[in-house]
């Protein structure tokens, strides 16, 4: 049996504003159950690492850090925005 090994992962995550409330909506094409609401772009990133470690916790990964890379710099801040997630975790052993 071989030890466990260290795995990254990194996936896209959009950030779509819901134009009646005015709140933000994440979601990733790459992990179909994330679905992260904030009043701004702040509480987005706040609040998504902690629900895409719940999300591949319940996958039967052992998380160690789950991370939001800041926005290339042409990005925009509203509206439609790309955010970049990136996620360590241990692959179990085989």
Do not use: C, Y
Not at 1 to 6: D, G, L, S
Not at 57 to 66: A, D, N, Q, S, T
């Amino acid at each position: 049996m071989r030890e466990a090994e260290m795995q990254k992962k990194t996936f896209n995550m959009t950030v779509l504003e819901h134009s009646p409330t005015g709140w933000l909506i994440a979601t990733s094409d790459e992990l179909p159950e994330l679905l992260v609401q904030g009043k701004d772009l702040q509480q987005i990133r706040e609040r998504a690492p902690g629900v895409v470690k719940r999300i591949l916790e319940r996958k039967g990964k052992l998380i160690e850090e789950v991370r939001i890379d800041p926005p290339a710099p042409e990005t925009p801040t509203h509206f439609v925005t790309r955010e970049l997630v990136a996620v360590a975790f241990v692959l179990e052993a085989a």
